[in-house]
């Protein structure tokens, strides 16, 4: 790998190099830290996890042909070479800071609280209608998933995409030191990991290191509908360039038309006066958001109107994240790959724009602090004051979720395909019983009487934390 010698990754992880001197110009072929991953010259980096001790494999990377191992361990006297470093998991980091300081390439850097990946994915298609793009994989964006997207970074790269996630103070500036973004995103501010952060505004002060981390003459892509972002004033003297809706924003959608689950439609005004217009192909006010925000760093890259609408419109759906699944019965709003106050009432948002019967199975969200039964009772109560039919909560917390839903339909009329009153969280779903807010405590509870409840038609949002693992609801319904 590029300038990954022996003698460069010591020097980057201020580690003791044990072994035959004359390995030091041997470059490394890959770095993992996975023990089952290792190829070849690959250098093994054995951070522990709650549970295992990485460095009990080491004997196994060696045989499989590894070409040097990072260990926090003294390992004494061996016959393979390893470098001995205070924490491998700084170690990984600094290595990551090393092989992407050795690309003359411009990083995008995207954090917030809610629509990290699905922007990353919209920003992606839009800058590879230029340049050849590398992006985060999947959503490796914590101090281990950095790292492992920028080892996997070719040498034909001209524009890394890298997200950015934390949910404690001070990780941000060790993800983003890495990074060292050429522009910075940030999607909005919302209540996501509470529990850690306390306040919104501890959630900006953390998310916005990543800003202070930008290289010098950098750019600045901010959500200008975002009631705290919208306020932010220059840094290192670049001014914050905002998109959305509003006149502050100079990346701005105007003209918007749903057009039901299939997306929306709009014209997007870009800085210079110029403008186009475009369908955004996955629905939703976010998407059209999303589609902003890759517009603002197109055009910061230099693409072109019809470049940045032909990426917008090119957008492939993602499982787990706003995609549209057609069976013989229903119609899915799989979106279960995570989930917080913001992004599950957008997604709410998205089930009200279908024709037709419209379901909600929704689970817990983690990570909400102190507040948690507060902010799942106010997502039920706004899922109950949608036009949505029925309204399903699993779990613990989604007990909550329930309650303020069945607050709110307790005094709205039935809908003229229900034959019962609505039931109480309580009760047993029965055959005979056509509910409008229910609760179940667990998964298998809901889908032993899903057959219950659904009907034929109905067009059906799955979502909730990812430890709620609800993609299995999604294949049982597929």
Known sequence: MKNLTLENVTKACCGTFHGDSQLLSREAAGVVIDSRKVEKDYLFVAIDGVKVNAHRFIPDTIKKGALCVVSHEDLGETDYPYILVE?????LLDIARLYRNSFDIKVVGITGSAGKTSTKEMIASVVSQKYMVHKTL??????????????????????????MGVNHFGEMRRLSSVASPDICVITNIGVAHLEFFKTREGILQEKSQMIQDMKNGGTIILNGDDDLLCESGSVKGSIPQFFGTGENS?????????????????????????????????????????????AAVGYSLGLTP?????????????????????????????????????SMKAAIDVLTMAIGRKVAILGDMTELGEDADALHYETGKYAAAQDIDLVCGIGTLAKELIRGAQEVFNRKPSPK??????????????????????????????????????????????????????????????
């Not at 924490?87 to 170690?91: H, I």
């Not at 959608?253 to 110029?274: H, M, R, V, Y």
């Open 417 to 478: 395909s229900s034959d019962t009153e609505p039931t109480d969280t309580e009760d047993v779903v029965t055959e005979s019983v056509t509910a409008r807010a229910v609760w179940f405590e667990t998964k298998a509870d809901f889908l032993a009487r899903a057959s219950l409840l659904l009907k034929d038609g109905d067009n059906i949002l799955i979502k909730a934390s990812h430890g709620m693992n609800f993609p299995e609801i999604v294949e049982h319904l597929k």
């Open 306 to 342: 019809d470049e940045i609408r032909r990426g917008i419109e090119t957008l492939p759906s993602m499982p787990g994240r706003n995609n549209i699944i057609s069976t013989e019965k229903f119609v899915l709003l799989d979106d279960c790959y995570n989930a917080n106050p913001v």
């Open 87 to 91: 924490s491998t998991g700084q170690a």
């Open 250 to 294: 100079s990346f701005r959608a105007e003209n918007q038309k749903s057009l039901g689950l299939k997306g929306t439609s709009c014209t997007i005004n870009l800085p210079d006066g110029t403008y186009f217009d475009c369908i955004v192909p996955l629905p939703g006010p976010h998407m059209v958001s999303n589609a902003l925000a890759g």
């Open 138 to 163: 999947g959503n490796f964006n914590n101090e281990w998933g950095l790292p492992i997207t920028i080892f996997a970074m070719k040498e034909d790269t001209q524009v890394a995409i890298l997200e």
